[in-house]
Structure formats: structure tokens, C-alpha cells
């Protein structure tokens, strides 16, 4: 294998040190091996967990009605399903900051630990704010590993299969809901579990299960590129060092040296304040700032409407019983999950601005379709999760993209926080309100207001699609630092 090619550090009185390095260029000469299934494991799990847990609450949506439980009105279950997302925002916020400051991998074992307690303690909620505190906790943790985890992953994959690497992660969330789905027909089934105890044990068992991921992760090392960008030299050094003797070892790759002219040259610097982010997010990357709200916000309100009410739905206007409604998520989930895994390629081939547009018009444009003959009363309980099913075939990897995007047209330095402000702001402004929005909809027993709700989806998700057309990055089969290059560079 070839010796690496050692960063170089100069420094002068009062100047910091100025580092040549290839790092980056090392990282995405890398073939696919099996250090990069241990980062895709170690992360995805996660979303995997999400999902079952995520899946989970929105199933017991009608059992929690029940005077057998905690009695909530639709309302309410809308109002807990906004409480997580409002968790999610205040966690997306606090710990990206904390993910660029102090580094990937400190933060996706905090944001862990508190994703785990909250769903954890929610199985011994007790009423109405009980719940939505857990839920807000909850969702703080998983706010917080957006951030931390969609940096590292951009940062370890190579850059020919980020796009379609990235969208299979963020997709295996719904392999947790396919899951959730399953389990829903035997923790709530009350041959098993009492009405007032299953949901409570099927939190509880998802938090234990969780708790093997923290010592998967020791396993995924601190991002090199954002060692050599904090001047941690050596420790970079020693990190890629590592990967290459992995890669090399278990695929065998005589691994050659990337090009001298790949040469990123920077002055470290440990952290840059708010007032530079923001000066930089609405200057020079202002219409990048315009992009990541349109697609993270649009998606936001499409998925947090149907997904967090569609067991209300189900049980409302198509009579099906609440214990039920959870095999009825099944291919919902797989069709979510099967999107990114089929569609994924693509991305990264026939590029981003074409399949991002084209994946939230072709959405936007059956969803509208769907709300129609949902008003028309011309669907069926298993009608209405076939379209549901071919919608999200088709979201998922736009949602999905909408991470990858915000995740590489912003400088490293700024990555985990441009992740996290843009989820948070599309959260606050499509997410947050759409389950109580919907959740009151639904409430007042009519189909129409209920379509009006799923054609204001589909137009956010048309309108995003224009955005990308006029705005998007060609970011396919790029390094990172060509795409939007490090703040710390020297120019």
C-alpha cells in the first residue's frame, strides 16, 4: 500500500498553521469495503430504530383514545405528534451546533443516549403531558442525530456513491416501520398484552434493544475531514491511516496515492460563531439557503401529515379497528424504504437536480390525484395504502435527497449546522404544524377538508420541485470540498 502523504504545517508568530493535506482526496479514492457497511450499519440502525419506535406512535394513535388508556382526543394525538417535532427542533439546533464544534462522533453517542431515554420513559407516561414531554425529549435526541450522523456519512462514503449510499440510510427508517408494522399486530393485540400495558411495553422494548448500538458505534471513527479542518493533523492522519490498512487488508486494493493537484491547503480554526454562519447561509449561499428550506420543508409537511395521522384515517373513515391499523403501514413501509433502495443510483448517475425534481413533482402530482378520490369516497381502506404506498415509493428518496442536499452544499465547517437549521426550519414551518393541522381535519369527520389538507401538501412539494429546477447543485459524483469548498481553505 502507499505511504500516505503526511500534512505539512506552517505557523508563524500569531498566524495559525496553514496544512496541505490530501485527506479528502484519500477518502473518496477508497473502494467499497467492509469499513464502509460498518459505518452504514452502525448509522443507519438507527433510523431503523426510529422507524419501529416512530411507527409504533403512530399505530397506538387510536388505542391512546380508548378510556381503557389515556383517553386522548384526536387533537391531542395530532398536538404529541407536534411535541416530538418540536423536540426535534430544539435538538437539531442545540447539538449541530455542538456537532460542528465538537465533532461527529462525540455528539451521535449523545444525541443516542437521549433518543433512548425518551422512548424509554415514554412507556411509563401517565397522561397527556407525560407523553408529550417524553415525546419532546425523543424527538430532541433524533433532531440531534440528523445532524451528527447525515455529516459523518457525507464525510466517510466516497463521493461517486454518496447520493445513493446516503438515501439507502436515511430509507432504512422504514425498514424499522415495516417492522413497527409487525409488531404492532402483537404488542397492542390484547390476547397478548392488556390494552393499557402493550404500548406501554413495546416503547420499553425498543429502548433496550437500542441501547447495543452504543457500542456498534465505538466502531466508526471521528470524521477526518473534520480533524484536519480543527487542526487535529495528526489524528487525521492516523484515522485515514487506519481505514486504508482496513480497506486494503479485507478488499485487497493496492491502494495508490490521489494526485498532488488534489491538494486541499487550509488554516485550521476550531470553530466559526453564529454571526459568520449566518452571514455566509443568507450571502454568498443564499439561493443554497432558499433550496435546502423549499425541499426540507415541503417534505416535512408531506410526511409528518400522512404518516403521523394515517391510523386516524384509517379508523375514522374507513371503520378499521385501531389494533389493526398497523399491517395496514406494512407496504407503506416497504414502498418508502424500496424508493431509495431502487431509486438511489440514480442520483449519483443521471444526478441530482433531475431526480430531486422529478421525484417531488411526480409525488405532488399523485397526492393531489389521491386527495381527489379520497373526497369522492371512490377508495377503499386497502385502495387508499396502495396509493399511499406508490406516493412514497416516489417521496422517500426526494425526502431523503433533501438531507443529502443541505448535507453537501454547505462548507464542512458549517455542515452539521446547516443540517440541523434547515431540518429545524422546514420541521418548524411544515412539520410541526401538519399533525395537529391534519389531526383537527380528520377530527371534523369531513373528506373534503381532509383533501384540501393533501392538495396543500402537493402543491408545497410541486412548488419544490421548481425551486430545485431553478436552484439546484450538481453535486453528483463530486468531493465535498469542490462543491462547496471549506471555510478554512486558502484560496
Known amino acids: 500500500m502507499a505511504q500516505p502523504f503526511r500534512s505539512r504545517a506552517d505557523s508563524g508568530p500569531g498566524v495559525p498553521a496553514t496544512l496541505q493535506t490530501l485527506i479528502p482526496a484519500r477518502l473518496d479514492r477508497l ?3 467492509r469499513f464502509h457497511w460498518i459505518v452504514v450499519i452502525a448509522l443507519g440502525i438507527t433510523w431503523i430504530l426510529d422507524g419501529l419506535e416512530v411507527t409504533l406512535t403512530g399505530a397506538v394513535g387510536g388505542i391512546l383514545q380508548s378510556p381503557e388508556t389515556l383517553h386522548f382526543t384526536s387533537e391531542e394525538i395530532g398536538l404529541i405528534a407536534s411535541w416530538y417535532l418540536t423536540g426535534a427542533v430544539v435538538g ?17 453517542f449523545i444525541t443516542l443516549c437521549v433518543y433512548l431515554g425518551g422512548t424509554l420513559l415514554t412507556g411509563f407516561s401517565g397522561g397527556f403531558w407525560s407523553f408529550a414531554a417524553c415525546r419532546f425529549v425523543t424527538g430532541a435526541g433524533i433532531g440531534g442525530e440528523y445532524a451528527a450522523i447525515n455529516s459523518a456519512i457525507d464525510e466517510l462514503i466516497p463521493a461517486r456513491i454518496r447520493g445513493q449510499v446516503d438515501l439507502l ?4 427508517y422504514w ?40 457500542l456498534f458505534r465505538r466502531a466508526v471513527p471521528e470524521s477526518p475531514r473534520w480533524l484536519i479542518t480543527h487542526g487535529h493533523a495528526a489524528e487525521a492522519e492516523r484515522v485515514v491511516g487506519d481505514i486504508e490498512r482496513i480497506v486494503a487488508d479485507t478488499c485487497g486494493a493496492d491502494l495508490g496515492m490521489p494526485s498532488r493537484e488534489e491538494t486541499l491547503t487550509i488554516h485550521p480554526q476550531s470553530h466559526f460563531g453564529f454571526a459568520i454562519i449566518a452571514r455566509l447561509m443568507f450571502g454568498a449561499y443564499r439561493t443554497r439557503a ?34 389493526r391499523t398497523g399491517i395496514y403501514l406494512l407496504p407503506f413501509a416497504i414502498g418508502n424504504f424500496l424508493g431509495p433502495a431502487l431509486l438511489g443510483r440514480l442520483f ?13 413533482a411526480f409525488s405532488a402530482v399523485l397526492l393531489a390525484v389521491t386527495g381527489v378520490l379520497f373526497s369522492q369516497g371512490l377508495l377503499t381502506a386497502a385502495g387508499q395504502t396502495a396509493l399511499w404506498t406508490l406516493i412514497f415509493f416516489i417521496a422517500s428518496p426526494a425526502a431523503s435527497a433533501a438531507y443529502l442536499t443541505v448535507g453537501e452544499i454547505f462548507p464542512l465547517e458549517m455542515r452539521a449546522m446547516a443540517i440541523a437549521f434547515f431540518f429545524a426550519l422546514g420541521t418548524g414551518v411544515g412539520g410541526v404544524l401538519a399533525p395537529w393541522l391534519f389531526g383537527t381535519l380528520i377530527g371534523t369527520g369531513s373528506r373534503d ?15 419544490a420541485a421548481l425551486v ?17 469548498a471549506p471555510l478554512s481553505a486558502v484560496k
Not at 437539531?92 to 451521535?108: E, I, N, S
Not at 439546484?472 to 462543491?483: M, N, P
Request: charged share 15%; net charge positive.
Open 31 to 33: 473502494p467499497w469495503c
Open 449 to 463: 377538508h381532509l383533501m384540501l389538507g393533501y392538495v396543500a401538501a402537493a402543491a408545497l412539494m410541486l412548488a
Open 348 to 360: 449519483d448517475t443521471v444526478g441530482r437536480r433531475a431526480m430531486i425534481a422529478a421525484t417531488y
Open 468 to 484: 430545485e429546477i431553478a436552484y439546484g447543485v450538481d453535486a453528483e459524483r463530486t468531493a465535498l470540498e469542490k462543491v462547496a
Open 175 to 214: 425498514i424499522g416501520a415495516a417492522l413497527g408494522s409487525v409488531a404492532t399486530l402483537y404488542f397492542l393485540d390484547p390476547r397478548f398484552f392488556p390494552v393499557n400495558i402493550g404500548w406501554r411495553v413495546s416503547f420499553i422494548v425498543g429502548a433496550v434493544i437500542g441501547l447495543g448500538i452504543l
Open 92 to 108: 437539531a439546533l442545540f447539538f449541530g451546533y455542538l456537532t460542528d464544534r465538537l465533532g461527529r462522533k462525540k455528539l451521535f
Open 169 to 172: 440510510i436515511n430509507g432504512s
Open 290 to 323: 432558499v433550496l435546502g428550506l423549499a425541499l426540507m420543508a415541503s417534505q416535512a409537511f408531506l410526511y409528518n401529515a400522512i404518516f403521523f395521522t394515517y391510523a386516524l384515517v384509517l379508523t375514522r373513515f374507513y371503520d378499521i379497528p385501531a389494533d
